[in-house]
Nanobody, 122 residues
Framework: RGQLVESGGGSVQVGGSLRLSCVISGVRVSHTCMAWFRQAPGKEREGVAHIYPATGATYVTDSLKGRFAIDRDNDKNTAYLQMNSLKPDDTAMYYC???????????????WGQGTQVSVSS
């Protein structure tokens, strides 16, 4: 099933960058789909990006393409979310997840991380 621990969140100014990390234990990062979600106050949790096992193919939600990217380090068993040109609307709790991906979304979540807060100020 795996256990996930996120890190890398924090407070940044508009236009800044952050790189979130998600260390997974109990399963190889290359053997499961890894995804990032976010939830802003008063809003539903939304998918941000995911990376497929084996191929490492990635998907980033359309509205974030060009600013956000997902990748992984198989040796460190870690998935990452690189966030550039951050905006106040990116303020949210960011969660990583492991599970099954299909098409443009993670269709089944096997495990969630505890979340890491990202705050973007103008």
């Amino acid at each position: 099933r795996g256990q996930l621990v996120e890190s890398g969140g924090g407070s940044v100014q508009v236009g800044g960058s952050l790189r979130l990390s998600c260390v997974i234990s109990g399963v190889r990062v290359s053997h499961t789909c890894m995804a990032w979600f976010r939830q802003a106050p008063g809003k539903e949790r939304e998918g941000v990006a995911h990376i497929y096992p084996a191929t490492g193919a990635t998907y980033v939600t359309d509205s974030l393409k060009g600013r956000f990217a997902i990748d992984r380090d198989n040796d460190k068993n870690t998935a990452y979310l690189q966030m550039n040109s951050l905006k106040p609307d990116d303020t949210a709790m960011y969660y990583c997840a492991a599970g099954v991906c299909s098409g443009y979304k993670m269709s089944k979540v096997d495990a969630w991380g505890q979340g890491t807060q990202v705050s973007v100020s103008s």
